[in-house]
């Protein structure tokens, strides 16, 4: 079933949204217009899930989407838009939490509430703008766009010490993403001057189409890392995290841990790998240390932290690390759990910062020593902060298992990576998951009630449950049947390896040629001349592949 | 040639650059007027008028195929007209933001108006030259115009120091400038920027001399480092719409007419080397000093010598992408910074503390004056290079065309500076909207109300803005002037 135009529906009813929120005339409606534009645009992107079929292909055009030349003629960059296996879950997962945010902002944004919603419907559109674009000009354009509200958004409505965070958390990015434009720019002359007859271009499936020489893809995949590994963030380059987290609003902290993180590791998926399959596959085995370093350092820091909201902060550090560890492992069941994992983290981290949330507007606090056996007075929240919590490290039978099972799984078997030592040390990191995690749960829900102030807290209303169900349930039915979710994104992860494999084997097979030519005088390099006939006839004794044939013939 | 012939072409030429000398004699009228009826209600209309006129009869022949006029002394038609609309678009705007400004520092004169005509008057003649002397006549009109512009608040001491030090540091430019001129044609014996490079010859020497010595008049005028001292004093010490005139208008003129200085007379690539280390300068000393200000309008100036860095960058691509990508950085910026010190002049709401006023006496004004604030959001983060909006384009028009003639390092350099850049852009936004009220200037009290007009302008640079970001067809635009018919079409 193929919905025309969809995609561009999902990414631009949020916009729509955030005009009329500028237009409303009273501050109270601002929040329910909020509220009804993102339901309604989560509707939609189900759409995009029922009418998603991939038994089509998507190796030369996404479903569902939109292309249409933006720039003049001078320039190939289109608007290009759509939905394949790489993405889709990514879209429903923004959609999701567009009007789950809203709710738990309900009552506690009480000032500026027209800005704050608008800009959180801007931010919605850049982030599903990101997930869905197939030009690279595009994704930028809404990479960069995602910066502006979430500024804003952590600087006006954070905490204390809000203006350092929002300038650490955008300086950083923008260093990053600026240094990929110049590497955009690059590329896209360079494989507009090869293949597009001299025209700049950025179309993502010309772009995978051209053999990008192996001596530029090194600097080239480079830039474009640094940017996406400050975004997830990738050990060292995670210290804005903390910060970021710990001063923007909940709903902030939501949007940046559930989708922003993530645009991080997509862009490492949809772009590094595919356009750069030779040095991904050179400087894999680095990305995957600062991986697994990430995965324990930042689980070791989680052990000492004092402050529940930066315990799920570096968490998330943690959980992103797993997901780095499984896109470089450059197989079918890494990068599956990949997929998934990050939408896993997005729905069991957002869920831990949406209830650390509700307990800093009860208590004003989010020290862990202010708590203690709230679990008496507080029954509901600690069933849905142990929910998600038991979700987060990875308990068998909720969500975050089946990603951390497949990319470990993924990554032991890796010919890329070859060194189960890494992944082993990788699973000691689901270990220390459960150890601070179970330690935090601890320390605020159980033992006695000694603070009287705890004794007194109010436990969850209608309003936080709504938005908390929703949550859980998807927790469990990942976990129970990741299956039909999986599915959905199977076929594109396969295409999506076999290119990336047959463009290494292309550019294998070019330097080679280079080197025939080079030293084909030299007698010592000779090459035996094939006898087309003699390997076919030789073929179909044995029965041998052609490589097998070819290399009893001493050719390779 | 007989005499009669020559007068029909000059009434041809009359006619083809109407705009240019309507603008002139209005110019004269307003001085004659303003002798008659002091500070008359109609001058600042008349000035309007006029610059609209100009501004819609260049617009419609942007498509038109380029030519010269006045015996090749001066260029019409394409990247000429194109030039020209952004110098009548800049000045119109500024007549309209500078009017109640004027009137509520007390100084609301006539000669003003005659000022801004004659300025653009010269601008145009600078930005449309194609021969040196009338590069030479056109960079002095307009540059003593400036000068007084500056200094219009007679009263004001910081104003009369800036324009006395641009005079000076101006003059200066000028001599090397016209010593340059002097050399070129010693060493080919042409005036005509096109027959300049067939003419060289065996004077190499004298001709680089010459084109070195031009290109410190040029640069000094673009304030580039290390011709950019002047600046930041004139910025902050004149009045603050008309330095949102003098950084765009003049900018527009002084690059258009470097471009075809590079593109005609200089199309050999030995000049892209000077001009990239002087772009990197310019970026790098720009931004970095401009972290350090605490003073709005410093910063601004600040921000526009990088942005006068990353024009240079377009330049030093030395190819044609790269011309029209600086022309159309020239109109996103002109855009961007009329608003922004638009919005800075209407901020300056007791008049008295003026060129004085610190950034944080602005706190928390974004509440209390949410349309000029959320405005300079857009300009802020449009001068910080973000898509999508016009900013970022132009970024992408001049750094593109860089990496594609291989200056990769020139173009990382760039963006690595434009990174550094936006922090002292947001921190605007951070006093406007993230900082408590400052109690000491009690910005509760502010009673001021925002001139309609001037809003307007304000608005109509912000949807410009992100016009310019989402619908980029002015790249075409640009383009279409260097597709070879600008050589093609002299005579």
């Known amino acids: 079933m193929n919905i025309p135009h969809l995609t561009s529906i999902v990414i631009f009813l949020p916009m729509v949204g955030a005009i009329l929120t500028i237009l409303a005339r009273r501050t109270e409606q601002v929040k329910w217009v909020a509220l009804v534009v993102t339901s309604v645009t989560f509707l939609a992107s189900l759409g995009l899930y029922v009418g998603f079929d991939p038994g089509i292909s998507t190796a030369s055009s996404p479903q569902m989407g939109d292309v249409a030349l933006w720039f003049p003629v001078a320039f190939d960059i289109k608007y290009f838009v759509g939905i394949d296996g790489l993405n889709l879950l990514l879209v429903l997962l923004t959609t999701l939490l567009g009007p789950i945010v809203i709710l738990s902002s309900w009552t506690s944004i009480k000032e500026h509430q027209k800005a704050y919603y608008t800009l959180l419907l801007v931010l919605q559109t850049g982030v599903t703008g990101v997930f869905t674009s197939y030009d690279l000009f595009l994704f930028y354009v809404f990479f960069e766009l995602t910066l502006i509200p979430m500024y804003f958004i952590i600087g006006i409505w954070g905490g204390e010490n809000r203006i350092y965070a929002a300038f650490k958390f955008i300086i950083y990015t923008l260093v990053g993403s600026l240094l990929m434009l110049v590497a955009l720019l690059a590329l896209g002359f360079m494989a507009g001057d090869a293949i597009n007859g001299g025209v700049f271009t950025t179309d993502w499936y010309k772009l995978v189409s051209y053999n990008i020489p192996v001596s530029s893809q090194g600097w080239l995949f480079l830039l474009f890392a640094l940017a996406f590994a400050i975004k997830i963030p990738l050990f060292p380059l995670h210290t804005w995290l903390p910060d970021a987290h710990v001063q923007a609003p909940t709903g902030g902290s939501v949007i940046l841990a559930g989708v922003l993180l993530k645009m991080g590791t997509y862009g490492l998926v949809r772009f590094c790998l595919p356009l750069f399959p030779v040095a991904s596959q050179k400087y894999a085995m680095m990305f995957a240390v600062l991986a697994v370093i990430g995965i324990l350092y930042a689980a070791l820091v989680c052990r000492a932290q004092t402050d529940v909201k930066k315990l799920v902060a570096y968490s998330s550090v943690s959980h992103l690390g797993f997901v780095v560890l499984g896109i470089f492992a450059f197989n079918v069941e890494a990068m599956q759990g990949a997929l998934i994992q990050m939408v896993n983290h997005g729905i069991s981290t957002g869920a831990l910062f949406l209830i650390v949330g509700m307990m800093y507007e009860r208590r004003h606090t989010r020290l862990m020593k202010d708590y203690g056996g709230i679990a008496k007075s507080v029954p509901i929240l600690s069933f849905f902060m142990i929910f998600a919590v038991l979700a987060s490290a990875g308990l068998p039978g909720l969500n975050g298992f089946v990603g951390e099972f497949l990319i470990l799984i993924g990554a032991f078997k890796s010919s890329v990576l070859g060194s189960p030592m890494l992944v082993a040390l990788a699973t000691t990191g689901v270990i220390l998951a459960a150890v601070y995690l179970l330690w935090m749960v601890y320390r605020i829900f159980w033992g006695s009630l000694e603070n009287e102030e705890n004794a007194s807290m109010a436990d969850l209303n209608g309003r936080e449950i709504g938005l908390l169900v929703p949550l859980v349930l998807l927790m469990i039915i990942l976990g129970v049947a990741p299956n039909p979710f999986l599915e959905k994104s199977e076929p594109a992860v396969r295409d999506l390896l076999e290119l990336i494999e047959s463009k290494r084997a292309a550019a294998e097979s070019e330097s080679s040629l280079e080197f025939e030519y080079r030293y084909a005088d030299t007698p010592e390099f000779r090459v035996p001349e094939i006898d087309e006939a003699a390997l076919k006839a030789a073929r179909k004794i044995t029965g041998a592949s052609a490589e097998e044939t070819e290399s009893s013939f001493g050719l390779k | ?491």
């Open chain 2, 1 to 491: 040639m007989d005499l009669t012939q020559s007068f029909s072409s000059l009434g041809a030429d009359i006619i083809v650059s109407a705009p240019l000398v309507l603008t002139m004699v209005m110019g004269l009228v307003i001085v004659v007027l303003d002798a008659f009826r002091r500070n008359h209600v109609a001058t600042p209309w008349i000035a309007a008028l006029t610059l609209a006129f100009g501004l819609v009869m260049e617009i419609t022949r942007i498509g038109a195929a380029s030519g010269t006029a006045y015996y090749d002394l001066l260029r019409v038609g394409g990247m000429a007209a194109y030039v020209n609309a952004l110098i009548f678009g800049s000045g119109l705007l500024t007549v309209i933001l500078a009017r109640p400004y004027l009137e509520s520092i007390g100084h609301h004169i006539g000669e003003v108006y005659a000022l801004i005509l004659f300025a653009s008057t010269g601008m145009i003649v600078l930005g449309t030259a194609n021969s040196l002397i009338t590069i030479f006549v056109g960079f002095e009109t307009m540059s003593i115009c400036l000068y007084i512009l500056t200094g219009l608040v007679r009263t004001n001491q910081g104003a009369t120091e800036s324009a006395l030090k641009y005079f000076l540091l101006g003059a200066f430019a000028t001599g090397f400038l016209l010593y340059g001129i002097a050399l070129m044609y010693g060493a080919t014996g042409t005036m005509y920027l096109h027959e300049m490079q067939s003419a060289v010859g065996d004077h190499q020497t004298m001709f680089r001399s010459g084109v070195g010595l031009l290109l410190v008049g040029f640069l000094f005028k673009v304030s580039a480092v290390p011709f950019h001292m002047w600046t930041p004093d004139v910025y902050q010490g004149a009045p603050t719409p008309l330095v949102g005139y003098m950084s765009t208008a003049s900018k527009s003129a002084a690059f258009a007419s470097l471009i075809l200085v590079l593109y005609l007379a200089l199309p050999s690539t030995q000049w892209i080397g000077v001009v990239a280390v002087i772009a990197l300068l310019t970026m790098v000393i720009g931004n970095v000093i401009a972290l350090a200000q605490t003073n709005v309008k410093r910063m601004l100036a600040y921000s526009s010598i990088a942005h006068a860095g990353y024009i240079l960058v377009g330049l030093a691509a030395g190819s044609p992408e790269g011309y029209s990508g600086a022309l159309f950085y020239l109109l996103v910026y002109t855009v961007m910074n009329i608003g922004a010190f638009g919005v800075i002049a209407l901020l300056e709401w007791d008049g008295t503390q003026g060129s004085e006023q610190s950034l944080d006496s602005l706190s928390g004004i974004g509440y209390k004056k949410p349309l000029l604030a959320w405005s300079m959001v857009f300009f802020m983060f449009g001068l910080a290079g973000f898509p999508p909006l016009g900013g970022f384009i132009g970024k992408v028009a001049v750094f593109g065309p860089a990496i594609h003639s291989g200056l990769t390092w020139l173009a990382i350099v760039g963006v690595l500076t434009s990174a550094v850049s936006a922090y002292y852009y947001l921190r605007v936004l951070v006093v406007f909207f993230m900082k408590e009220s400052n109690p000491d200037v009690a910005t509760d009290n502010i009673t001021f109300s925002v001139p309609g007009m001037s809003a307007a302008v304000i608005v109509l640079c912000v949807i410009m803005l992100i016009v310019l970001g989402i619908v980029p067809t002015f790249l075409d635009v640009t383009a279409s002037f260097f597709d070879g018919n600008m050589l093609a079409t002299l005579p």
